[in-house]
């Protein structure tokens, strides 16, 4: 049994799912939907891993997902509205079990009338040309997931009060002038209301089995037929886009993850947690896309082969939603040659002379199944074309390789449990368990090694699924260090079942290490730990909600090949006084404390243009004191703006001398960035420091 584990996957289909626009007319359930809320009662409480019930807790937990997923930041509901459906506490399993939707579908009419009735109020607000005391100290909550329900219409009236004027301060700021404000804000207020009348039943259903799944686990999924053929396009390639994976956040479309050898992997310009508010198309006008349902962002993205589609991004760092930045990127195909791997030389200077340490990039674990199936004998895959690189470096004479699997996403299960067996002499790589506690082992049956060396895995949050499970086997068997930052924590598969009406994801297995640790939401923790941008509360499993637990299983017997361990105190000791004196390192450890420190004080913010100004200036300031003070210390010319840092180009490697490319295919991306350059080099020196205090040479 081949199992393949795909977290761009998931991303798609939650893609494809999230919505936000209700039908302007009632519409009431059919007997199809029916059908299909019972048969995904079935395939959850007898297909599902975890042992589901559906009963009044369960209820309790689904009528709050699915007001989240309604209406996540109390804006439209009323506590009256909350208190009137109340019944679907206990009786949402019933409404489910019986196929009885009646008080599911009144539920989301409420909400229809509750978001029609505000926009309405936003464009007649607008529409009266109104204006706003800039000068009075008001402030605006930036997150109302814990605050109370609206006790009236008149509380809900101050608050949009309040969020259009932040809204109109917001573009004011970024010197656009009234008449554009005001046209703008009506433009995407009138948009949401036509974008109503579009949603059908089908939609609606959805959304509901969205919130049913969704309360269970984060990865199971119920789609329509519709969206079943959007996503068997994805899965063909047959459109082309920018190969990102977006998701909703409140009104905001945001980035979740890029494809490896995508357009907007390879541009580098696009990041995950970056928000989209607008896109445009070649030369003409901006598409504004705050409060977009999700798929039409979608179809704004995708486009011809070769065209260029124009993102404005709030920029993920970012607490100022005024500061957005333009990124143009030309839409292609990701193919199989995007995703390959491909390997270089990094030079490492100590007081002997000059050393080198291969590094081989893995995007992706990936394999040419039609290729493999047609029985053809070169056919392409992560673990022959790592083999061969592994050649290409020890014909360098490298004294170790650096193994780069940061944003790699995962893939083909078989491909990162064959690749295992490059760097081990056979053995067991993996345990799966299914929901009756059946375990699977998995291995390495061909003995010898094709790479004994010292070796190092380089990962971090986006490292994901198949990554994990390679990671996490290196690190079991002492084979390797495992260096970088805690990884994503998707430790569970899913297969694709088709209903009566659509079809339905469902987790049926889990993942665990032969340590018997699984995963699962923890992830694969690194011996030796770098800072990271990506906050963990925004990606990665756990910050997913109803995620598996993390838990174990009992170990399998394996020999280990090292022992690491017995080197990290010094190893990290000379890891950190080398990260103190580099100053990329320097500057990447202090732009995470302040990131956190600016996140967790400003949960609101200012309505008085000089107070916000004030602040943004703040901001701004500490950021570009960061800036120079890393390029003071590589000797670079410093910047007199924090406008100039956008613009600015200037890079240097953190050995001072470019890589030597090993693989033409290879996209150097890395070189480009410092902060990748200098993980890279850091990368390299652990693992030359590791070779020699355990005496390889």
Known sequence: MSLFVNVRRTAFIALCLALAGPASATVTPTDADAQAAREVSESLRYGHYEDVTLDDHWASQVFAQYLKTLDPQKAYLLDTDISEFSDLRHDFDDAMVDGDLERVYALYDRYQQRLTSRLEWLVKTLDAHPTFDFEKDDRLALDRKDSPWADSEKDLDELWRKRLKNAWLSMSLSDKSDEDIGKTLSERYSNQLNRIEQTNDEDILTLIMHAVTGSIDPHSEYFSPRQGESFDIQMKLSLDGIGALLQSEGEYVKVSSLVPGGPAEKDGELKPADRIVAVGQEDDEWTNVVGMRLDDVVDLIRGPKGSIVRLEVIPAQSLDVTKTREVDITRDTVKLEDQAANAKVID?????GMHKIGVIHVPAFYVDFDAWQAGEDDYRSTTRDVARLIDELKAKKVEGIVLDLRNNGGGALQEANSMIGLFIDRGPTVQVRDARGRISLYGDTEAGTHYDGPLTVLVNRLSASASEIFAGAIQD?????IIGSQTFGKGTVQTISSLTQGEIKLTRAKFYRISGDSTQNKGVKPDIDFPSVIDPKEIGESSLDYALPWDQVRPVKYRRHGDPARYLAALRARHESRAEREPNFSYLQSEVSLSRTLRAQQTSISLNREQRKRE???QEAEQLALENKRRRALGLKELASFAELDASS?????????????????????AKDPIDQAQLQESAEILLDYAHLNGDK
């Open 348 to 352: 490492v200077k100590r007081e002997d």
């Open 477 to 481: 068997y002492g084979r390797g260090l």
């Open 616 to 618: 943004m200036d703040a």
């Open 650 to 670: 200037d890079h240097v490697s953190a050995s001072g001398s470019e890589p030597e490319v090993i693989d033409t295919a290879s996209d150097d991306k890395e």
